[in-house]
Nanobody
């Protein structure tokens, strides 16, 4: 499975941004797509995840501000997972990665075997 993240950029605190993750390839064994982020000098952390059935999971730090959703193509060849970010804060500044897992509902990084290249989000105060 291949993942391509996009949509990052510079946004003011309190603003909004939408990230996209294009998921393609052999997705039949993928059950969950997750978003993770890595801030400068920090370890990569879980942000949000969504299963193919639509179940969603969020880190406490983004709950109520970020929304993850999925658009499944009719032929299931290329699907897109979105991360809508509102009321962003300077601490949301990070490189955001999307990843695919075979483990349903997983939020654990070792369960995610395929990763996109990352997109940088910078929130100015």
């Amino acid at each position: 499975v291949q993942l391509q993240a996009s949509g990052g950029g510079l946004v003011q605190a309190g603003g909004s941004l939408r990230l996209s993750c294009a998921v393609s390839g052999r997705t039949f064994s993928t059950t969950t797509i997750g978003w993770f982020r890595q801030a400068p000098g920090k370890e990569r952390e879980f942000v949000a995840a969504i299963s193919w059935s639509g179940s969603t999971y969020y880190a406490d730090s983004v709950k109520g501000r970020f929304t993850i959703s999925i658009t499944i193509s009719t032929d299931n060849v290329k699907n897109t997972v979105y991360l809508q970010m509102i009321s962003v804060r300077p601490e949301d500044t990070a490189v955001y990665y999307c990843a695919a897992s075979r483990s349903y509902g997983s939020r654990s990084q070792p369960d995610f075997g395929s990763w996109g290249q990352g997109t940088l989000v910078t929130v100015s105060s």
